[in-house]
């Protein structure tokens, strides 16, 4: 059976991918050693699909390298960025507890009991422990952000 080299080309695509049947394989190898050109144009087929493959992993994985960084900066930035306004809405509120108490002030009651409006006292306390913990929880982020880079 006399083959033409158009019929072995259109078969080296399943011969490359190793899924054509063992009579198409032999008739392709006793072919291509027969056939110089046949052959470069099987190497020319292996070095591009390889080459192409090994090019598309490398690109996907720069991509999701990219976008781990990305999404992790990011997470820090919130992270950084929620401590900041818990720290800056803390302080504000210890303060304007602490201003709003010495305006209204207190006054014993004719009982003998304190009498303070709202609880700003205990209120700019709340305030202020909290202002502190998540102050101490930003400081120590930046550090570890600092040392890490
Ligand atoms: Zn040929």
Known sequence: MNITCDVIRDLL????????????????ETHLDTCEDCKKELEKYNSEIV?????NQTVHLDDAKQIENISRAWKRD???SFLQGVTFISILGSLGATLAYNAHGSYVAPDGRLVEAFGFIPLAFLFAFIAIISGLSLAVLML???FKG
């Open 13 to 28: 695509p399943l011969y490359h991918d190793d899924i054509c049947s063992a009579d198409s394989r032999t008739l392709i």
């Open 51 to 55: 080459g192409g493959l090994n090019m």
């Open 78 to 80: 919130k992270k950084v």
């Open 144 to 146: 570890i952000r600092k």
